[in-house]
């Protein structure tokens, strides 16, 4: 699972830094042509705990090294190594009469160190500097690559290479992964490319996780401020862990991908996934669902699931069981919705189906990508170009559907309370104004009834018969 996670990941990075002429499938052998833009140099490594000026002779003989070996998932095989801060690591590889005076570089990535790069024994760069009487030690620490990262070569002449690395480091006693050494040959232009494709990338996912992070405080501040409202909190929870997802990406950018790499973002990327999926199970119950019993079970699986995603990272069944029941819920309580016509649910509704639509899709398509030998792609392909283009456009879509579809539908939820409350006002104050038409009625027919009685008042008094008494002595 967390396998398919980094995919996922690297999926997102590629559509960002396709931005180079052509992009061609990795092959596992040694030889490289000019059709192979871009391939690693990472079989039959020799590893030795010492430097000596005779090891840069391409005929140098190094049988009685380690050899760095790879498992089936091409990981590295640790082999524990105790070394007194110097080692060497040789390789030969072949080219082709097509590579022959054409400028290439060399990306060359591992521990931090100081270590110097010699091809078929001549030095050709040194990244970072020695200690010496005057100045300290200065590690090279890779992060994002730029031009200075990459060693340029032209080789003059066909068949086989040789790639001798140095490497010194004074804190460093002992390597298990034989200094985690990852070399990558392509073109100049390619290497200049996806240099500034990840600058550009790194740019473009500060930009969106910087969006994602405003959405997640301004809807927490709306949460504080009206508590009675709770899809406030879940949807700034949702909104957090996608910003975080990218700041994620952007860490694995910088890092580079290595194993210390992966573990750290498979776990930050399993966290914000639980995240992700209880905040998502939590806004659709509160709007929608009545019995929230379920939601309460769901969130209690969540967090077991994250205790064990984290004990026995290999193991992500709850993950995967948690994606699918909350997109089912989503996807049930919105159409239920729908049918019943409750307002406001065909905006969410939008969001949320175009995301699970696109995920079948992109499941779908890394299945299929995963039974061939990776993915060909050249410039005449149009077909595969406009398929790139759509998975492109879809996954802008999914990324954007749910937060987006969320902010129209609490901006329409208020707008319609506030219409609402507005009617009501309206509704209030035509009823005041009715009763106090009602008072007034009633003051004055109170008021001519007095009137008309004190009227009749006055006629029985005028018409009242005179008496007159005699008295008699």
Known sequence: MKKLLYISLLLVSFISLAQTNVILKRKNNKKHTENQITSLLKDHWKFKDAINAD???????????????????????????????????????EIDST????????????????????INGTFYKTFGKLKNNNEPEVRHTRNIPIELDFVDVIFTKTGKQNIVIEYQDSKITKTADF???????????????????????????????SIFMTLCVFHLILYVFFRSFIPNLYFSLFNFSMGATFFVIIYMLLKGPSLNTFNITGIAVIALTYISIFALSG????????????????????????????AWDENQLFLLLGLIYSFAEATILLIKAIIKKVKGARILASGILLTLFFTIALVIFLILVANKDGITVDDDDKIAMITLSIIAFGMILSVFSIPFSMSAYLAWYFSHI???????????????????????????????INNELKNVKMKLNYNKPKLNYKTKF
């Open 55 to 93: 090891y840069r002779n391409p005929d140098f003989n190094d049988a009685d090294w380690y050899e760095v070996k790879r498992d089936t998932a091409g990981n590295i095989v640790k082999k524990e190594i105790n070394f007194k801060g110097k080692a060497t690591l040789r390789n030969n590889f």
């Open 99 to 118: 590579l022959v005076g054409v400028p290439l570089s060399l990306d060359i990535t591992m521990d931090p160190g100081v270590f110097s790069v010699y």
């Open 179 to 209: 200094l985690n050494l990852k070399v990558e040959v392509m073109k100049q232009q390619d290497a200049l490319a996806e240099a500034n494709g990840i600058r550009n990338a790194t740019s473009i996912f500060v930009v969106l996780g």
């Open 283 to 310: 806004l659709v119950n509160s709007l929608f669902a009545k019995n929230k019993k379920r939601f309460k079970i769901f969130s209690i699986i969540c967090v077991i699931g994250l205790i064990i995603s984290i």
């Open 418 to 448: 506030n219409n609402e409350n507005e009617l009501k006002v309206t509704e209030v104050e035509e009823l005041t104004q009715q009763k106090i038409n009602q008072e007034k009625d009633k003051q004055s027919l109170i008021e001519n």
